[in-house]
């Protein structure tokens, strides 16, 4: 994530939040790779299950083709759509992203979500060493 982008879950909705995932999140379809990240971000919605976003740059595209799908939010913009094609496999609609989000979540400009009904998610969260109890030596 760029530096500069500040991320502040008060987006100014309070029913509407992003923060950092501490962790790992992979990305399978067909046995392939299609996503790996140590910075996803995490989308949170009233009324709807947390969305995991990946960032593009750690987002294997050599497996998607934009498709002709396009939806509109009346709180996040229009999200485009990418077809996935893996192991002689292949699903529509597998990936969205809000390429050009509105101002409430404008940190998730180069960041795509998956379907959990047509991917595989493996997420690793981030041991926290600093609330995890530790044994004195004996």
Do not use: C
């Amino acid at each position: 994530m760029n530096d500069d982008r500040e991320l502040n879950p008060e987006i100014g909705r309070p029913d509407i939040s992003v923060e950092r995932f501490a962790g790992t999140v992979n990305v399978s379809f067909a046995d392939a790779m299609v996503a790996s990240t140590d910075d996803a971000l995490i989308l949170r919605e009233e009324g709807y299950e947390p969305v995991l976003y990946v960032p593009f740059r750690d987002i294997y595209f050599e497996f998607l083709t934009r498709s002709n799908t396009a939806t509109k939010s009346p709180h996040k913009g229009t999200a485009s759509y990418w077809n996935v094609s893996a192991g002689g496999q292949a699903a529509q609609d597998v990936m969205w992203a809000y390429e050009t989000p509105d101002q409430p979540v404008e940190v998730l400009a180069e960041y795509g979500a998956f379907d959990p009904h047509k991917v595989r998610f493996e997420i690793v969260p981030r041991e926290d060493l600093q609330h995890t109890p530790h044994l004195p030596n004996t």
